[in-house]
């Protein structure tokens, strides 16, 4: 995919296409197995799924962010804007662990559980991408 000047879309497209989605999958995998693995006394896989949604986010994210491949205009466009580039990975996080919450606790917890899953999402991303985007 190639960035077109005056669209201010493009870049954000190119951006998310370098999502590691084999890293990402076999991160949420690997932690939500170990999430459940130590709560096996539970019976619940809310606690291992919610888990596995947050470290696919966080970890797709940050390999995106620090990885090599992918467009160097559109990493570029993700260091000069880490927040915005932050924004995808959080707001996926926090809808994926609402919904998975609203079904395991009820809506106030969905709401809480999601908000604040996708602003620590929001902050550790932001904060990559800060520092990833002044070592270049």
Do not use: H
């Amino acid at each position: 995919m190639t960035l077109e000047r005056g669209n201010a879309f493009t870049p954000v497209a190119s951006a998310t296409m370098i999502w590691p989605t084999g890293i990402a999958t076999g991160a949420g995998a690997v932690a939500g197995a170990l999430s459940f693995l130590m709560s096996l006394g539970d019976l619940s896989i809310a606690g291992p799924l919610t888990t596995a949604i947050f470290f696919f986010s966080l970890v797709g994210g940050a390999v995106a962010l620090l990885g090599k491949k992918g467009d160097p205009r559109a990493r570029r466009w993700a260091y000069q804007y880490p927040w915005r580039f932050a924004g995808p990975p959080a707001v996926l996080a926090g809808v994926g662990v609402a919904v998975v919450t609203l079904f395991a606790g009820g809506p106030f917890a969905a709401i809480f559980a999601g908000l604040s899953s996708a602003a620590v999402l929001w902050v550790i991303l932001g904060i990559i991408g800060m520092v990833a985007g002044n070592k270049s």
